[in-house]
């Protein structure tokens, strides 16, 4: 009896071991099941692409709603890729299109390259059939902030949107609307249109979205001497260089388009330089217009950095003696001092060879066959007379222009007067907007098909 007691005891602690073990086995069953079909549902949910990328200190964020799963990949270890790009492309993301009922899988991923100072990111939004939205940006590898005009000097952005100028004024499809005072405001070196830019195996692009023009694209080899990063590209442009005053200073004419079936006027000033020719030279800059300048030789010792300021403009020196004298009432040394002088020293000196003065104006307009023989110039007079030494009056000289300007007219100015300078920054958009190219006596000759020859009186 009592063997047979204690069969029952061990039969029921073997029933109750085995119970025990088939509930641990069942429970283990129970947790692989669980967790295969966890597993089989992230299978499902995030395809073979989507994996941990091979490049050390990648980060990632993770997007699930009920229709669509997004992760983004992005470089960690810098911090010119920052929140607000990624949130961006996250909300791109969000955005996308679905595909199909279920859910849409998506991956953000990117590629670095650094040229040089300037590194390039690609930014792809990728799903089952590929690339779906791809981002470039462009950061100064030195900051590793976002690369925007700042990397150029403002001599580089000068050349920039006057490159831009041109190629929208050599576009017959755009009409009159890029020589109109809106369209230079608007194209201003500074204006701001010339921030959003990219670098790509030597050329500048930017997105100007303009009403015009929304893209244009620059060899860097054309600014390489104006940009701040080192792009290391070759330095085709010829600068010459200078020391006044022990100051350097650059010659660089820049290119203007200038359209033969369009009006023309020459604006010229006498007498200067002076402290108000900036004044004139900046307007005549900010909307890409030149002028010539009759300058004194007096004028052109006391202030040779305005004379580097007009040629890198691109208006035009001429000569109006050295110190104004009646010419024809003089001869031998002094003479040849009055009429060669601004030559001499504008090429030889400021220029350092690069610029040479080949026109003149004579003082007050008087000449006689005696010194036209003798001369070694074109002589280059005017055909509308401001009279501004005479009225000295902002209003009248505006006035006077409006009421004879004419296209071929050549339009004499003082730019040692302030009212005049007020009057022609005033007058120069108005100008443009009523069709005109304001040019330099040069570009005048060659739109006219004249060619000049020394002695003669133009036009």
Same mark, same amino acid.
């Given at each position: 009896?009592?063997?047979? !007691? ?38 499902? $949910? ?49 955005? $996308? ?59 580089? $952005? ?43 195996? /030597?050329?500048? =692009? ?27 590209? &070759?330095?085709?442009?010829?600068? /010459? ?28 000033? &006498? ?16 909307? !890409?217009?030149?002028? =010539?300048?009759?300058?004194? /030789? ?20 001429? @000569?109006? @003696?050295?110190?104004?004298?009646? $010419? ?5 040394? !002094? ?23 080949? #026109? ?25 007379? =401001?009279? &501004? ?13 409006? *009421? ?19 009057? #022609? ?11 005109? !190219? ?12 004249? @060619?000049? *020859? ?6």
């Amino acid at each position: 009896m009592k063997n047979k !007691q204690d069969q029952v005891q061990k039969s029921g602690k073997v029933n109750k071991k085995l119970n025990w073990t088939l509930f641990f086995i069942a429970f283990g069953l129970l947790i692989v099941n669980i967790g295969s079909l966890f597993y089989l549902y992230n299978i499902s $949910l995030v395809p073979d692409f989507i994996k941990d990328p091979v490049i050390v200190n990648d980060g990632f964020i993770n997007y699930r709603s009920s229709n669509r799963y997004i992760r983004l990949y992005y470089p960690c270890d810098t911090y010119y890729f920052d929140d607000n790009i990624l949130d961006d492309i996250m909300d791109d993301a969000k955005n $996308l299109p679905l595909k199909g009922t279920e859910r849409y899988l998506i991956r953000g991923e990117y590629n670095i390259k650094k040229n040089h100072d300037i590194i390039k990111l690609t930014y792809g939004l990728k799903d089952y059939e590929g690339f779906q939205k791809v981002y470039t940006y462009y950061f100064n590898a030195r900051t590793q902030s976002r690369l925007d005009s700042s990397i150029f000097t403002d001599d580089a $952005l000068r050349y920039i949107a006057n490159s831009f100028r041109n190629i929208c004024k050599d576009d017959a499809s755009l009409l009159d609307y890029p020589y109109t005072s809106e369209f230079m405001e608007l194209s201003e070196y500074d204006s701001g249109i010339y921030n959003d830019v990219s670098y790509d195996d /030597g050329v500048f =692009t930017f997105d100007v979205k303009t009403p015009v023009v929304k893209q244009f694209s620059i060899d860097a080899k054309e600014i390489a001497d104006d940009v701040l990063i080192n792009i290391d590209v &070759d330095q085709e442009r010829v600068i /010459g260089k200078t020391i006044i005053d022990d100051v350097e200073y650059d010659v660089d004419i820049p290119y203007h388009y200038v359209n033969y079936d369009r009006k023309f006027i020459a604006l010229t000033f &006498d007498d200067g330089p002076s402290i108000y020719t900036p004044m004139i030279i900046e307007t005549l800059k900010k909307y !890409q217009s030149r002028a =010539t300048f009759f300058t004194l /030789g007096t004028n052109v010792e006391r202030y040779p950095n305005i004379i580097l300021d007009i040629i890198n403009s691109g208006s035009q020196i001429g @000569s109006h @003696s050295y110190s104004h004298e009646h $010419l024809t009432k003089i001869k031998g040394e !002094q003479l040849d001092y009055e009429l060669n002088m601004v030559h001499d020293k504008v090429f030889y000196d400021i220029s350092n060879y690069i610029y040479e003065p080949h #026109i003149f104006r004579v003082p007050y307009g008087e000449y006689d066959t005696k010194l036209q023989d003798y001369i070694n110039y074109p002589i280059v007079l005017w055909n509308v007379d =401001t009279l &501004d030494w005479e009225t000295r009056d902002v209003e009248q000289i505006k006035n006077t222009i409006r *009421e004879q300007v004419y296209s071929g007219a050549i339009i004499l100015c003082h730019d040692i007067y302030e009212p005049t300078a007020l009057a #022609i920054v005033e007058l120069i958009p108005e100008l443009i907007d009523e069709g005109y !190219q304001l040019v330099t006596i040069d570009e005048y000759m060659a739109i006219r098909n004249i @060619s000049m *020859e020394n002695g003669e009186i133009y036009p």
